[in-house]
């Protein structure tokens, strides 16, 4: 008979794969082959696959295959039993002594990995390891103390400079004890990977890792959210359109349920209808344009606001779609020649108070002037007009979107018409009135005269963002507008803006005392601080933290009110100047 040559071929990644095994595997099925010679044609086969079998780390699958194999063998030779049966064993020896090298091999890399400072490979999903692994990446990071009702705000001292337009989400700050979980989690996995070896990593490196682990995990967290909190405001301003139609639309709803001879006497509301409608395509356009500010490669990938139809369809809370409808009345507010004289009332006393105060030295940087709750941005680009460097700061990302179009978008006067009153029918005298066009801006910002580098926005909170020790006495003066009774506390306010004043600096108040979270129960699940002051305890908490009231005076002031309604809400405002001691 005829004798058949054959070679194992063995995985290059295999430990098995040295020179001295390969020679001892050629030599053995020599052997064999010379033994057993009529029956070794079929016999190849066995030893072939169970070869292949042991050198991918199944030993069983060796004897499995070689068992196999025999029945077939018997037909050709009456001792092919007698071959596989020997194939299968040592199969099954050369897999135990190829595990036994890699485990030793793994161990020994480790150890040198472990001396060496590097990490080893992660561990082997579903281990406990990993689950714990993600368990804590995943878990909800704590955010500051101070729970908000707007959850879309930007990051705590985000620059907004020159351009308004790098806003960013609040950052996340992870919590002590999730702090603790990671360095304990980060210090059990070196012990796991380098066994007592570990221990020769100096501590100070354990902790920098496991901070900066934690740091990792509060950024990703971090630009997750922030993404969310942007895309949730961009799917309110985009379902303005809807939500204003459906509000018309009752008013056709209804109009059609009147008796024959009453639709007959407001027969007109027909044309009034249709000139809603058209408004609310008029403000639609204006956000849309807004929002595609948001769209060029310039923009930070988190602000970039994506095409309509790469963004997941979600109903728009009721809370978020009347924000949208704030906007509209706060940039008229700020922003139109119509409310001028409403800005009179509150921006004209403060600007006075700090022309009579504020004086330029030639050769010295101009005069420093802080406006926190800047909204839109009317007052600090007042400021900024007369020379001041002002900065001013907000909380809300719906105005700080609105604000950064404004400011660094509108190229001439009157360049955009906003209809903001047209969403109620309450309180007009005339359909005219209710749909008249406001335009804004009254002064694009390009055209105020402002010198260069003396404006900019601060995004964030205002305890967070100037409560830091960076911002201690740097500024000549703090200009507060509807503003202080915004705060969980006012004494916090009062005793930032005192450390942040120079001293002889000036603190220039015009505003009521509306707290915005006295009746926060009725509408948040979570017990929210808020102390309310009265005007007396005000006076008497700037005194001890170092600001010496040198005027007060009460005036009359009105807030994002529609001038033409017959509703007209006036707020007695205390004006108040201090000045810090």
């Given at each position: 008979?005829?004798?058949?040559?054959?070679?194992?071929?063995?995985?290059?990644?295999?430990?098995?794969?040295?020179?001295?095994?390969?020679?001892?595997?050629?030599?053995?099925?020599?052997?064999?082959?010379?033994?057993?010679?009529?029956?070794?044609?079929?016999?190849?086969?066995?030893?072939?696959?169970?070869?292949?079998?042991?050198?991918?780390?199944?030993?069983?699958?060796?004897?499995?295959?070689?068992?196999?194999?025999?029945?077939?063998?018997?037909?050709?030779?009456?001792?092919?039993?007698?071959?596989?049966?020997?194939?299968?064993?040592?199969?099954?020896?050369?897999?135990?002594?190829?595990?036994?090298?890699?485990?030793?091999?793994?161990?020994?890399?480790?150890?040198?990995?472990?001396?060496?400072?590097?990490?080893?490979?992660?561990?082997?999903?579903?281990?406990?390891?990993?689950?714990?692994?993600?368990?804590?990446?995943?878990?909800?990071?704590?955010?500051?103390?101070?729970?908000?009702?707007?959850?879309?705000?930007?990051?705590?001292?985000?620059?907004?400079?020159?351009?308004?337009?790098?806003?960013?989400?609040?950052?996340?700050?992870?919590?002590?004890?999730?702090?603790?979980?990671?360095?304990?989690?980060?210090?059990?996995?070196?012990?796991?990977?380098?066994?007592?070896?570990?221990?020769?990593?100096?501590?100070?490196?354990?902790?920098?890792?496991?901070?900066?682990?934690?740091?990792?995990?509060?950024?990703?967290?971090?630009?997750?959210?922030?993404?969310?909190?942007?895309?949730?405001?961009?799917?309110?301003?985009?379902?303005?359109?809807?939500?204003?139609?459906?509000?018309?639309?009752?008013?056709?709803?209804?109009?059609?349920?009147?008796?024959?001879?009453?639709?007959?006497?407001?027969?007109?509301?027909?044309?009034?209808?249709?000139?809603?409608?058209?408004?609310?395509?008029?403000?639609?356009?204006?956000?849309?344009?807004?929002?595609?500010?948001?769209?060029?490669?310039?923009?930070?990938?988190?602000?970039?606001?994506?095409?309509?139809?790469?963004?997941?369809?979600?109903?728009?809370?009721?809370?978020?779609?009347?924000?949208?409808?704030?906007?509209?009345?706060?940039?008229?507010?700020?922003?139109?020649?119509?409310?001028?004289?409403?800005?009179?009332?509150?921006?004209?006393?403060?600007?006075?108070?700090?022309?009579?105060?504020?004086?330029?030295?030639?050769?010295?940087?101009?005069?420093?002037?802080?406006?926190?709750?800047?909204?839109?941005?009317?007052?600090?680009?007042?400021?900024?007009?007369?020379?001041?460097?002002?900065?001013?700061?907000?909380?809300?990302?719906?105005?700080?979107?609105?604000?950064?179009?404004?400011?660094?978008?509108?190229?001439k006067a009157e360049q955009f018409t906003i209809h903001p009153w047209m969403h109620t029918n309450n309180n007009h005298l005339s359909d005219a009135?209710?749909?008249?066009?406001?335009?804004?801006?009254?002064?694009?910002?390009?055209?105020?005269?402002?010198?260069?580098?003396?404006?900019?926005?601060?995004?964030?909170?205002?305890?967070?963002?100037?409560?830091?020790?960076?911002?201690?006495?740097?500024?000549?003066?703090?200009?507060?507008?509807?503003?202080?009774?915004?705060?969980?506390?006012?004494?916090?306010?009062?005793?930032?803006?005192?450390?942040?004043?120079?001293?002889?600096?000036?603190?220039?108040?015009?505003?009521?005392?509306?707290?915005?979270?006295?009746?926060?129960?009725?509408?948040?699940?979570?017990?929210?601080?808020?102390?309310?002051?009265?005007?007396?305890?005000?006076?008497?908490?700037?005194?001890?933290?170092?600001?010496?009231?040198?005027?007060?005076?009460?005036?009359?002031?009105?807030?994002?009110?529609?001038?033409?309604?017959?509703?007209?809400?006036?707020?007695?405002?205390?004006?108040?100047?201090?000045?810090?001691?």
């Amino acid at each position: 008979m005829t004798s058949c040559s054959f070679l194992v071929n063995f995985p290059s990644s295999s430990s098995f794969s040295s020179a001295s095994s390969r020679s001892l595997s050629r030599a053995f099925f020599a052997l064999l082959s010379f033994f057993f010679r009529p029956a070794i044609s079929s016999a190849a086969c066995a030893c072939s696959f169970a070869a292949s079998s042991f050198a991918s780390r199944s030993a069983f699958s060796a004897l499995a295959v070689a068992l196999s194999s025999c029945f077939s063998s018997a037909v050709c030779a009456s001792n092919a039993f007698l071959v596989a049966f020997i194939a299968a064993c040592v199969c099954f020896s050369f897999t135990l002594f190829r595990r036994s090298i890699s485990f030793s091999h793994r161990a020994t890399v480790a150890r040198r990995s472990v001396s060496s400072g590097s990490d080893i490979a992660p561990p082997a999903r579903g281990s406990r390891r990993a689950r714990d692994d993600r368990a804590v990446e995943f878990a909800p990071a704590a955010t500051s103390s101070r729970a908000r009702r707007d959850p879309l705000a930007p990051a705590a001292g985000a620059s907004l400079c020159a351009s308004v337009g790098g806003v960013t989400r609040d950052r996340i700050v992870v919590a002590r004890a999730a702090r603790k979980r990671a360095k304990k989690r980060h210090l059990i996995d070196r012990s796991d990977r380098g066994g007592a070896t570990s221990m020769t990593v100096p501590e100070e490196h354990e902790k920098a890792k496991g901070w900066d682990r934690d740091n990792a995990i509060a950024k990703q967290a971090d630009e997750e959210l922030e993404r969310a909190a942007f895309l949730k405001i961009v799917r309110a301003m985009r379902d303005y359109a809807s939500d204003a139609a459906r509000e018309v639309h009752r008013w056709e709803r209804n109009y059609e349920r009147l008796p024959e001879n009453h639709r007959a006497l407001l027969s007109h509301h027909v044309a009034k209808h249709d000139d809603a409608y058209r408004c609310v395509k008029r403000n639609d356009d204006f956000f849309k344009e807004m929002l595609s500010s948001f769209t060029g490669d310039d923009v930070p990938p988190h602000l970039r606001v994506p095409p309509p139809g790469e963004m997941a369809h979600e109903p728009v809370a009721p809370s978020d779609a009347v924000k949208v409808l704030y906007v509209l009345k706060n940039l008229a507010r700020d922003w139109s020649a119509e409310a001028a004289d409403e800005r009179l009332q509150s921006h004209g006393p403060i600007l006075a108070e700090l022309e009579r105060r504020l004086k330029a030295v030639p050769g010295r940087p101009p005069p420093r002037v802080m406006v926190p709750g800047a909204g839109l941005g009317r007052l600090v680009l007042e400021c900024a007009r007369r020379g001041w460097e002002s900065e001013g700061n907000e909380y809300s990302y719906y105005m700080l979107l609105t604000s950064s179009f404004i400011l660094n978008h509108a190229t001439k006067a009157e360049q955009f018409t906003i209809h903001p009153w047209m969403h109620t029918n309450n309180n007009h005298l005339s359909d005219a009135n209710q749909l008249r066009g406001v335009k804004v801006p009254d002064v694009p910002a390009c055209d105020a005269g402002v010198p260069p580098g003396c404006m900019g926005m601060c995004a964030g909170d205002f305890v967070e963002v100037y409560g830091a020790a960076e911002n201690a006495g740097r500024w000549d003066a703090v200009a507060t507008c509807f503003f202080i009774d915004t705060a969980h506390n006012v004494i916090e306010y009062l005793e930032i803006i005192s450390r942040c004043l120079k001293p002889g600096a000036v603190w220039v108040n015009f505003g009521p005392l509306l707290y915005h979270w006295a009746d926060a129960d009725g509408y948040l699940s979570a017990d929210e601080m808020s102390v309310e002051m009265s005007l007396e305890d005000v006076e008497r908490v700037a005194d001890a933290v170092g600001l010496d009231v040198v005027k007060k005076e009460m005036r009359e002031s009105k807030y994002t009110g529609d001038k033409m309604s017959m509703c007209q809400t006036v707020y007695e405002c205390a004006f108040i100047v201090a000045v810090k001691r």
